[in-house]
């Protein structure tokens, strides 16, 4: 048996009428398989961690998350506008817990905020020591619930931890 009798038969019209059901599977599930892996790359998140936030940090210059930081500290200037002194401490609540969020994710070790300042000098954070004295306003907050908070503690409070999410490259 030589090459050009192996192809004659490879080619021949019984073998491949024999071939076409198993054909028509294998299509059929190459077909599957690619839908399920588009579905993969635009319906899951793995894409957009894997490929989509550093083409886009690549394209602005900045982490992928400032977008939303921005949105958020929208929302935390709002509440100020409402009037009502829950609120001015909430905005507080959630400026503190935006910092500490920020600093996690550039990578200060630590459980809390207070412990991710720790090690900050005031040339990341040119108002590093103001920071601190709001982080304890903030812990008054939380653990006195009769602590009184003006707008304009709250206003000063804010700029403060805007001026450091500033400085961190957070806007």
């Known amino acids: 048996m030589n090459i050009s009798d192996v192809i004659s038969y490879l080619i021949s019209p019984s073998l491949q009428e024999k071939l076409l059901p198993i054909r028509i599977i294998f299509i059929f599930f190459a077909v599957v398989f690619l839908g399920g892996t588009i579905w993969f790359f635009f319906y899951t998140t793995w894409f957009k ?5 550093d083409f886009m940090e690549i394209l602005r210059y900045k982490p992928y998350w400032i977008k939303k930081t921005a949105g958020k500290w929208h929302k935390i200037t709002e509440r100020l506008k409402k009037g009502q ?9 959630e400026a503190d817990e935006m910092l500490d969020n920020s600093l996690e994710k550039m990578g200060y070790q630590g459980a809390s905020l207070g412990q991710r300042l720790e090690p900050i000098k005031a040339e990341t954070i040119s108002n590093i020591e103001d920071v601190w004295k709001a982080h304890k306003i903030k812990n008054n907050i ?9 707008l304009d503690q709250a206003e000063k409070a804010l700029n403060i931890y805007e001026k450091a999410l500033h400085e961190l490259g957070m806007f």
Do not use: M
Not at 49 to 53: A, C, G, H, L, V
Not at 85 to 93: D, M, S
Not at 142 to 147: C, G, I, Q, S, T
């Open 142 to 150: 939380v653990h006195d619930p009769n602590y009184k908070l003006t």
């Open 49 to 53: 961690k894997i490929f989509w936030q």
């Open 85 to 93: 002194e829950n609120e001015y401490k909430l905005a507080f609540i």
